[in-house]
């Protein structure tokens, strides 16, 4: 059997692109023989796009319920509200928050006979951070001002308006874009035994950026 020039050469490419992987054959109808430079050990133009970085920074709405203790439970009702919050993803682990929103307290009557309801309201303005503790559970601490309105709270009609120094101290839950939280606020630092709120919340992240 005689071997033609041609099929020789196709022969000695097809056997060296068996044995060498960084290379792929290909055997034209005609007897043309070509090689293509090339394996799987190099990425493809796909495979070298690199992802879209995740979003670091977040905008939520979180709806809270308070409980006044202490002196500030004699004249302030029981709190309903909502604040907007605004996240920047530092690391992993750390997110700066900044919060700010409307607590309104239900009437109440206060303890003094003839004592008229007094009725209060908050507008906190707060920064802070949230520390990833353990999964999904987290730590919180913030810091900022809180303008408190107290409106019938003494014996004759009078509206008493003040700014105060305000912490946040608590914790809690995150499951995607719910969060739920609970913590102690001091609505003022300088009166902290007479202005203490549990409060509680839920909220959810609207839009991610």
Do not use: W
């Amino acid at each position: 059997m005689r071997t033609t020039p041609s099929s020789f050469v196709t022969s000695l490419v097809l056997a060296v692109a068996l044995t060498s992987s960084p290379a792929r054959a290909q055997v034209n109808v005609g007897g043309e023989a070509s090689v293509e430079v090339g394996g799987p050990g190099e990425p493809s133009e796909d495979e070298g796009l690199e992802e879209d970085p995740p979003p670091k920074m977040a905008l939520a709405a979180d709806v809270a319920a308070g409980l006044p203790v202490g002196g500030f439970g004699d004249y302030a009702g029981f709190a309903l509200g909502v604040l907007l919050r605004f996240e920047y993803d530092i690391d992993t682990k750390l997110t700066a928050t900044a919060r700010a929103g409307y607590l309104h307290h239900l009437a109440k009557e206060r303890d003094e006979a003839g004592s008229p309801e007094s009725k209060v309201s908050e507008l906190p303005i707060l920064g802070g951070v949230k520390v990833a503790l353990s999964g999904p559970v987290y730590g919180a601490l913030e810091f900022g001002v809180d303008h408190v309105s107290v409106d019938g709270g003494c014996a004759v009609e009078c509206v008493e308006v003040d700014n105060h120094f305000a912490l946040t101290a608590g914790g809690g839950y995150e499951m995607g874009d719910i969060d739920l939280r609970a913590a102690l606020v001091v609505a003022d630092l300088g009166e902290a035994g007479d202005s203490l709120m549990l409060l509680a919340g839920a909220g959810v992240v609207f839009s991610r950026f």
